[in-house]
């Protein structure tokens, strides 16, 4: 890495820091590692340049990155939450452990002539298609290794077998969410216009909502619809249903949203016991308390109130 041949990496649109360190280091030596190593200290660690604040002057000067285009690439801090490009998302959304890609943006890469590079935006884990292609985003080669960060030479390669991930044409996976899958594909695209489609769909009074307070709200409320069984289960094991049906009723109103709330009011089913209704009414209390949105705690609280 010598200044005197005027080196100067510009982030691809969209990029992640780490997906630019390997496509430099890759330019710039045969043993991309070593660049790596030289920029955060540790080669195996490139997964972690997107937070990297104290490599940033490293790699300003050695890799010529413009400061400010350098940090578009990078995961801040914001409150509780991470902002990541325009998105305000809660840490347990990012995945940084495995390599997240989208073959069919990475095979228009190719076939437009520029290396394939990873979004920054495919590390947000409930994203599972790529808003611009429609391609389905993997973490799993089809040999059946996991893309992990850890192992990661290029962004388009799996380490297990060679294969080039945009190659092999993957079957797009049947998914049962259809309607959640292409809401969050559009609520967090790339493009602004996406973006803007997606919340137009929105009930005003959630509108202006950060990306973190919508999942939270999503989620919180798909637990109501059996309260009593999912809140038995670990959030993280019920995620995705939840997550699947708070969308469905938020994209039909707040008339759905109440109705899915009322169900803590639901007549006790033949055979309960007398605490039926007492105890329904704590899982619903229990699942306002443990959301981590004041906005969707603040929201769904007066909303169960409104039925006492
Ligand atoms: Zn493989």
Known sequence: MNRATAICFEPLDGESTSSLLLRAASSLSPVPGLVVEGLLGDAEVVASAVHRQDSVDAI??????????????????????????????????????????????????????????????????????????????????????????????????????????????????ECQDGEAVHFLSKLFSNREHRREEARSALPSEILEWTEADLLELFETLGLFSHPEVLMRIPRADVEL????????????????????????????????????????????????????????????????????
Not at 242 to 254: E, F, K, P, Q, V
């Open 60 to 173: 300003v000067s050695n890799l010529g990155v413009e400061r400010d285009a350098l940090q578009r690439t990078m995961i801040h801090r914001d409150g509780e939450n991470l902002r990541v490009g325009p998105f305000v998302v809660r840490t347990q959304d990012i995945d940084q452990t495995h390599r997240r890609v989208c073959p069919a943006a990475l095979r228009n890469d190719a076939l437009q002539g520029r290396s394939p590079y990873q979004r920054l935006n495919w590390a947000i884990r409930v994203l599972r298609f790529d808003a611009d292609t429609g391609g389905s985003i993997i973490d799993r080669c089809g040999c059946g290794r996991d893309l992990l960060w850890r192992e990661t030479a290029r962004i388009d390669e799996c380490p297990a077998c060679g294969c080039l991930l945009w190659e092999a044409a993957p079957s797009d996976s």
């Open 241 to 308: 249903w939840s997550r699947a049906a708070g969308i469905h009723a938020t994209l039909n109103g707040m008339g759905a949203i109440r109705n899915l709330i009322e169900c803590a009011f639901e007549h006790p089913p033949a055979g309960a016991d007398r605490f039926w209704p007492a105890r329904r009414m704590a899982f619903a209390n229990l699942a306002i308390h443990r959301c981590r949105s004041s906005r969707a705690r603040d929201l769904l609280g007066e909303l169960l109130r409104s039925f006492v």
